[in-house]
């Protein structure tokens, strides 16, 4: 079973359309994320959502949506799309938000996004 | 604000030679991950280094942590093909452990 699973791995669309990419995890880890990276491999944090409520939100446009039905999910919702968000979009996991222990995210396959 | 920068950005080297990447941090932070990326694919942990002198060692890898001077270091011992991929360093402000700061990766080609 995939620890942390996104859909779809690829996605390609023009210009001005909305997309989803959702994100499923089986480890059940009370935290998860939208990290994005980009054609030069940098790797960025989107959001965090923690039990299904939001605790980071990074300075993302707000075509960006995240939505998390239950902690075991978390999906990102992109409105109007631009060239410039072509890039992959890893989800992760982490059992916790801080204190003591490794909390190692735990990443997905990644979803990467080409917008024409 | 966090910021991490590793050095070199890239290395090619041959199979058999060791080699360190440098993985500087601008702010005060307790902990350091590793991560690797193999080209298409997502990334694994390597490392987590939750201390001042902390040194981990998995195979021909070897990391280890110097939070006084913010700066962690990732030695290859005798590289192998296999170890071709890019490596990332990176650290969350301190009691953010999920916000990690990513280094910009350093991409490693190994040749025989």
């Known amino acids: 079973d995939t620890a942390v699973s996104q859909t779809p791995k690829y996605l390609v669309t023009q210009m001005g359309n909305d997309k989803s990419i959702k994100c499923e995890q089986n480890?059940?880890?009370?935290?998860m994320y939208w990290y994005k990276q980009d054609s030069k491999k940098f790797l960025k944090i989107m959001f965090s959502?923690?039990?299904?409520?939001?605790?980071i939100n990074e300075t993302v446009p707000n075509r960006f949506s995240p939505k998390s039905p239950d902690k075991a999910h978390l999906n990102l919702h992109i409105n109007s799309l631009e060239l410039g968000d072509s890039a992959v979009y890893f989800c992760?996991?982490?059992?916790?938000?801080?204190?003591?222990?490794?909390?190692?995210?735990?990443f997905g396959a990644g979803s990467r996004l080409t917008v024409l | 604000e966090l910021k991490v920068e590793q050095n070199p950005l890239f290395l090619s080297m041959q199979e058999g030679k060791n080699y360190t990447i440098y993985c500087n941090y601008s702010?005060?932070?307790?902990?350091l991950y590793w991560y690797r990326q193999d080209p298409g694919k997502s990334l694994e942990s390597l490392f987590v280094?939750?201390?001042?002198?902390a040194v981990k060692q998995e195979g021909r890898l070897m990391a280890s942590l110097d939070t006084k001077a913010r700066l962690s270091t990732l030695h290859i011992t005798a590289a192998v093909h296999d170890l071709s991929a890019t490596y990332f360093c990176?650290?969350?402000?301190?009691?953010?452990?999920?916000?990690?700061?990513f280094g910009q990766g350093t991409t490693l080609q190994v040749k025989p």
């Open positions: 992760a996991s982490t059992p916790g938000t801080g204190g003591s222990g490794a909390n190692v995210l735990t």
């Open positions: 480890l059940g880890h009370d935290t």
């Open positions: 959502y923690n039990n299904k409520e939001l605790i």
């Open positions: 702010t005060t932070s307790d902990r």
């Open positions: 280094l939750l201390s001042n002198g």
């Open positions: 990176a650290s969350p402000p301190v009691g953010n452990t999920g916000k990690l700061i």
